[in-house]
């Protein structure tokens, strides 16, 4: 009967884990493997609907890819299931009946009983044996290092290898069958030092492709993160686009419904003028035929019957008056109804449109309360227009062109700009920089400094606020802004105006660019400073303005000659539409300056030094 160790060796050993089987699977060439060694097979090769044997290189069709769709070897299965129950007996002892082996010498193959390990463990030369315990053979976590025995010669051990047969052979199988055929021999101790050294450098090899295939595998999850990342950026940038662009058809939708209320209010004057002429003539003629008509209550004399007379006399003249023309309201009527909305479809134009069939005039001509006493203006947050003073003080005035405020009287200004939380920015003309709070009476200065350029390094400039309240300033001297934020401190960032003397100062409220003007020229700057857009017209001096709706409008000054013609254009500056033309000014005595803004209602405020015009539609 074969031994307990000759049913390991022989049946009970999967070829791929040398452990006892678990989960038998047959293929179609009859090789048998343990079920998750052909699963970890199956998931090294191409073909997902075959297997290929490792032992004979046969394929084995595989249903749906499924390894546990093969045949399972039931008898096989039972036999392990057998043999785990059982513990092997003791191989060292030369007794008769065997005791249970309680350990297993990895150097020697031999099992132990608890006897025979005591005697192995306490001999010197065994001392360096490799002894395990067989509760951890049997589960599988240690597979055995063993000599198996020859199945010719079944006493004596496997102890070379064919190198040309790839198998183990005993010493008379050496010399009866292989040398004679010319076989190459090993000493299978050898062998195996070769195939645990081939084992090593194919683990090593295999540690380090692991270790570049786990690199490739994190350069992958940080490209993904990237990819989200980027991802998220752009799903951010549409969105704010969007925003911003809704925020600016908005303020168009809104500066344009104004127009359409300014017309309407014009309109339904003149119409109540009208109508209001027609009441007082029937009011008067009314109250005279009340009168006329007492002269039949009793006979007339005297003073009386002159009184009749001449009332009547007042009567016939109303009577042949001519009757109202219905043309005159029919004409509003006919004038309002030549307005009409024409919507922007051109490419690369943010604009929700415009309304045609109307014009433009001045409203009102205001005179300052100074001479030579405007330095800027600015849009006030309540609706009204700033107009900051080098004498001191700031000007507030309504649509209709009415001094509604004066405030900051002591400071002389250069430069005034509001934030978004109506702080107020102001640079005076020492060139220094300083927050304000308005109150009811007195605004309240702030306790924040700004290191600005001085005169002497920099000269005067302009100054604006950009949507995420970044305040410019610009230098004319030294052809360059600086940008600081509402904290104050240095600037944190500067950016040259690539080569343009930069006089007024403007920043659209959607993307980061700026406008300024050169003396003929208006110039479009990029964040980093670089020209993007010109206008010009020689000759012809450029006072520009950026709206709600970031729309650009360029009053165009004839010094010479006194006229001034104000033209809306795109933020990319293409042309919209002509708003006023060649309208006569009063030409400055001292100071060639002027300033262009748009009110919230949509009314043009026009300032040169001591006048300040004010145009809406008619």
């Known amino acids: 009967m ?7 060796s022989q049946n009970l050993e999967c070829p791929i884990c040398l452990t006892l089987f678990n989960q038998p699977k047959s293929l179609a060439c009859s090789h048998t493997f343990c079920k998750d060694c052909l699963e970890r097979i199956s998931q090294t090769q191409p073909n997902q609907q075959a297997i290929t044997c490792p032992v004979c290189r046969k394929e084995t069709p595989l249903p ?5 769709k093969l045949h399972t070897v039931v008898p096989l299965n039972s036999l392990v299931d057998e043999v785990k129950t059982k513990n092997p007996t003791c191989t060292a002892c030369e007794m008769d009946e065997k005791p249970t082996a309680i350990t297993y010498c990895q150097d020697c193959g031999k099992y132990m009983c608890k006897l025979c390990d005591s005697k192995h463990s306490g001999w010197t030369p065994f001392s360096t044996h490799t002894v395990v315990a067989m509760s951890e053979v049997l589960s599988g976590k240690v597979p055995l290092k063993r000599r ?16 040309d047969c790839r198998e183990y052979v005993c010493h008379k199988c050496v010399v009866l069958k292989h040398l004679q055929a010319g076989h190459q021999i090993e000493d299978a101790a050898i062998h195996e030092e070769k195939l645990i050294e081939n084992i090593n450098e194919l683990q090593e090899r295999t540690k380090s492709k692991k270790a570049t295939i786990e690199n490739h595998i994190d350069s992958i999850e940080t490209q993904r993160n990237e990819i989200t990342n980027m991802m998220r950026r752009l799903n951010d940038d549409i969105d704010k686009t969007y925003e911003e662009y809704m925020q600016l058809l908005s303020a168009r939708r809104e500066t344009l419904k104004c127009q359409v209320k300014r017309l309407s209010e014009k309109f339904e004057k003149e119409l109540q003028v009208m109508e209001e002429d027609s009441r007082q003539t029937i009011r008067h003629m009314k109250a005279i035929e009340e009168l006329v008509t007492n002269g039949v209550k009793v006979p007339l004399e005297k003073d009386a019957l002159i009184a009749h007379d001449t009332l009547c006399e007042n009567l016939k003249i109303f009577l042949g008056r001519d ?19 024409s919507k922007h479809v051109k490419v690369n134009e ?17 005179e300052l309360p100074g001479e030579d006493s405007m330095n800027c203006m600015t849009r006030a947050p309540d609706g009204k227009m700033a107009v900051g003073s080098p004498e001191g003080g700031i000007y507030l005035y309504s649509p209709d062109g009415e001094l509604k405020q004066t405030v900051l009287k002591d400071v002389k200004i250069r430069q005034n700009e509001f934030l978004s939380n109506g702080r107020y920015v102001v640079r005076d003309t020492n060139e220094k920089m300083s927050l304000y709070i ?18 002497n390094e920099g000269g005067t400039g302009g100054l604006t606020v950009d949507r995420d309240d970044n305040i410019y300033v610009s230098y004319r001297k030294a052809k360059m802004i600086q940008v600081f934020t509402p904290q104050g401190g240095k600037a944190v960032r500067e ?4 080569g343009c003397t930069p006089q007024q100062l403007f920043s659209f409220h959607t993307t980061m660019k700026l406008i300024l003007n050169d003396a003929s020229t208006v110039v479009c700057l990029d964040g980093n400073g670089k020209k993007e857009n010109v206008l010009k017209k020689e000759g012809i001096y450029a006072w520009p303005a950026v709206c709600r709706d970031d729309s650009v409008i360029v009053a165009w000054v004839k010094r010479e000659e006194g006229l001034v013609s104000i033209d809306r254009y795109t933020r990319d500056f293409e042309h919209v539409h002509n708003i006023i033309t060649d309208f006569k000014i009063r030409k400055p005595e001292k100071r060639n300056w002027f300033y262009l803004q748009e009110f919230d209602s949509g009314e043009i405020a026009f300032c040169i030094p001591d006048r300040l015009y004010i145009f809406d539609v008619i």
């Open 350 to 366: 943010l604009c929700l449109g415009e309304l045609k069939g109307y014009t433009w005039d001045i409203k009102a001509d205001v």
């Open 495 to 498: 950016i040259m105006c690539d």
């Open 64 to 68: 749906n890819g499924d390894v546990s």
């Open 323 to 341: 009757d109202p023309d219905d043309q005159s309201p029919r004409g509003v009527a006919e004038r309002a109804q030549k307005i009409s909305f």
């Open 148 to 163: 198996r025995k020859c199945k010719r010669h079944p006493t004596d051990d496997e102890e070379c290898f064919c190198t």
């Open 2 to 8: 074969a031994t307990f160790h000759q049913i390991i």
């Open 438 to 455: 308005p109150q009811s009476c007195q605004w309240e200065k702030l306790d924040v400094t700004f290191e600005t350029m001085s005169y």
